[in-house]
């Protein structure tokens, strides 16, 4: 159900901390990690501890979880001293989406190219 954990979740297991990860950043809704694979020297995906499918879902149920991921993402950026970083939220799978659990990518640290892949 959304919003309760999933057990086949890989971010609900880093959430739970059953699963290690770098993290940067916690709150009481989100938590901040580095990706596995990064694509740029800052790469950091913020997720809302609740479990939504994508961004597009979470913002519908949960507005305010929603915001919260965008002042992490923020955060992030500023605690690696970023002037410039894009943040991306992947929704579906033909955009890129391989772990349906909310999260946002925050990169920056290069040049990043526009249109993005």
Request: aromatic share 6%; proline share 6%.
């Given at each position: 159900?959304?919003?309760?954990?999933?057990?086949?979740?890989?971010?609900?297991?880093?959430?739970?901390?059953?699963?290690p990860?770098t993290?940067?950043?916690?709150?009481?809704?989100t938590?901040a990690?580095?990706?596995?694979?990064?694509?740029?020297?800052?790469?950091?995906?913020?997720?809302?501890?609740?479990?939504?499918?994508?961004?597009?879902?979470?913002a519908?149920?949960?507005?305010?979880?929603?915001?919260?991921?965008?002042?992490?993402?923020?955060?992030v950026?500023?605690?690696?001293?970023?002037?410039?970083y894009r943040?991306?939220?992947n929704?579906g799978?033909?955009?890129?989406q391989?772990?349906?659990?909310?999260?946002?990518?925050v990169?920056?640290?290069r040049?990043?190219?526009?249109?993005?892949?």
């Amino acid at each position: 159900m959304a919003g309760e954990a999933q057990e086949d979740c890989l971010f609900c297991k880093i959430v739970a901390k059953h699963i290690p990860a770098t993290i940067v950043r916690e709150t009481d809704t989100t938590v901040a990690f580095r990706d596995i694979n990064p694509q740029a020297p800052t790469h950091v995906l913020v997720i809302p501890k609740v479990h939504y499918a994508d961004a597009a879902e979470l913002a519908a149920a949960e507005p305010a979880i929603a915001a919260d991921v965008l002042r992490e993402a923020r955060s992030v950026a500023d605690e690696d001293k970023l002037d410039s970083y894009r943040i991306v939220f992947n929704t579906g799978s033909g955009a890129g989406q391989t772990v349906w659990h909310t999260h946002a990518h925050v990169l920056g640290g290069r040049g990043l190219e526009w249109p993005p892949g």
